[in-house]
């Protein structure tokens, strides 16, 4: 049974380089913000970014937030220098680590052994570092299930869109959109349901990456609500306009996490002695069993995180 360990209903992409979008992001209230060192800072300016990122970690602000650095890609010339400094200097202050464009379980073991000696060094709780990685290209697909399964520390994985349509030549220029002319279902069902699957099976959440048309709420509720419908956990976004309706669309609806909490406490009355010992036994107008508790675990944790709480609680039956 995999339930969410920490809500990550919506994930902020902060640039690096910009002190005065990290400001701003502190007042946004997104489950999950990553500072940015890779494809939202230019090349001249990642040298400075590490310090600018080292900085607004240390100076703190963001409540109960994910606090995630995503640093250069293993195929670049900045990851391990990234990977030293952002933790050397601001180790304690960060949850997780973002590793973009995964190729293979490879890289994660580089990274996992790298932080391990970079917690060793500094004297910090063993295991405390997190990991999430970006799959957005055919290699990173073809071998996800070998990704999620490389690193105890592993936390999520993340489909990006935009490097994935350009690996895979999609003709399109529409990030989180259907490309132009493919009229015939969900051209990215497969990579999702790919990912969520391997995530799945490590026990891992599941993450979709950002919506470009910043304008068109209604579209990015659209496309958001088909992959929070598949079961994924969240998405990323990219400005405040966004904020309130990706954690809306990625939170249970009210009636739903009622219903599963109720489902919770009825049917471990029912399998009781006092209820019974019933396996299967009706709530309302609906049959439950066994099933209907795995499915109502999933929904009660995700309305949990997302700090519902339940308006109509079931009573056991007074006779039966
Ligand atoms: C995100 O990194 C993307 O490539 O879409
Ligand atoms: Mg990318």
């Known amino acids: 049974m995999v339930v969410p360990q920490r809500s990550r209903r919506s994930c902020l992409a902060v640039p690096g380089s910009s002190t005065k979008m990290i400001d701003k992001a502190r007042g946004l209230a997104t489950d999950q913000f990553f500072l940015d060192l890779e494809d939202a800072v230019a090349p001249l300016a990642k040298e400075q970014a590490r310090e600018t ?51 293979g379980a490879d890289q994660v073991h580089w990274l996992d052994l790298t932080v391990t000696q970079i917690e060793r060094a500094l004297g910090l709780p063993a295991g405390s570092i997190g990991i999430e990685v970006q799959i957005e290209d055919a290699r990173g697909l073809t071998a996800v299930d070998s990704i999620a399964a490389a690193s105890d520390r592993l936390e999520a994985l993340i489909f990006g869109p935009a490097d994935f349509m350009a690996s895979i030549n999609m003709p399109s220029l529409v990030v989180g959109e259907q490309p132009p002319g493919y009229d015939v279902g969900d051209a990215y069902h497969h990579v999702l349901m790919r990912l969520l699957t391997a995530a799945r099976a490590n026990g891992l959440q599941a993450v979709d990456g950002p919506y470009l048309q910043i304008r068109d709420v209604e579209g990015l509720r659209r496309v958001a609500g088909r992959t929070a419908a598949l ?48 396996g ?18 999933v929904v009660a944790a995700k309305g949990r995180a997302a700090g519902l709480t339940r308006q109509d609680p079931w009573r056991p039956p007074v006779e039966r």
Request: proline residues 3%.
């Open 280 to 297: 299967a036994a009706m709530l309302g107008d609906e049959m439950i069993d066994e099933a209907s508790r795995k499915m109502a675990l």
């Open 53 to 103: 990122v080292v900085a607004a970690l240390n100076e703190g602000g963001w409540g109960d937030r994910i606090r995630t650095v995503r640093i250069n890609d293993l195929e670049s010339r900045w990851a391990y220098r990234d990977v030293v400094d952002v933790l050397e200097g601001a180790g304690g202050s960060l949850d997780t680590v973002m590793l973009p464009k995964v190729t």
């Open 231 to 278: 079961g994924l956990d969240g998405k990323w976004v990219l400005h405040p306009d966004q904020v309130d309706a990706v954690n809306e669309v990625f939170s249970p609806r009210q009636r739903d996490y009622d219903r599963a909490e109720n489902i919770l406490d009825a049917y471990a009355w029912y399998t009781s002695e006092a209820g019974g010992k019933r």
